[in-house]
């Protein structure tokens, strides 16, 4: 079974930087992808960044510029760099890993909130 450990979330004010940390444990077969997706109360989940197992990695649209995902293939952990901080980025941020045949696991989240 596999398990995500995210860290890094907090409070921040706008235009401030904060760092997510996620490591995953456990029996991993093939690494596809690992990444962040968020979430806010009464919305879909949505992506945030993505990293590739041969390090190609998409961002949403809302984040580009800002954001950067980078991953330690050894340790298989994905770090998130968010920059310029802005209060509609307030989300709970799940880490994401895609293993195996399409197997999705996902963190248990962590709160970045973004105060004006």
């Known amino acids: 079974q596999v398990h995500l450990v995210e860290s890094g979330g907090g409070l921040v004010q706008s235009g401030g930087s904060l760092r997510l940390s996620c490591r995953a444990s456990g029996v991993i077969f093939q690494l596809n992808a690992m990444g962040w997706y968020r979430q806010v109360p009464g919305q879909e989940r949505e992506l945030v960044a993505v990293?590739?197992?041969?390090?190609?990695?998409t961002y949403g649209d809302p984040v580009k510029g800002r954001f950067t995902i980078s991953k330690d293939s050894a340790k298989v952990s994905v770090d998130l760099q968010m920059n310029n901080l802005k209060p509609e980025d307030t989300a709970v941020y799940f880490c994401?890993?895609?293993?195996?045949?399409?197997?999705?696991?996902w963190g248990q989240g962590t709160q970045v909130t973004v105060s004006s």
């Open positions: 990293v590739s197992s041969g390090g190609s990695t």
């Open positions: 994401y890993l895609n293993h195996h045949v399409n197997i999705q696991s």
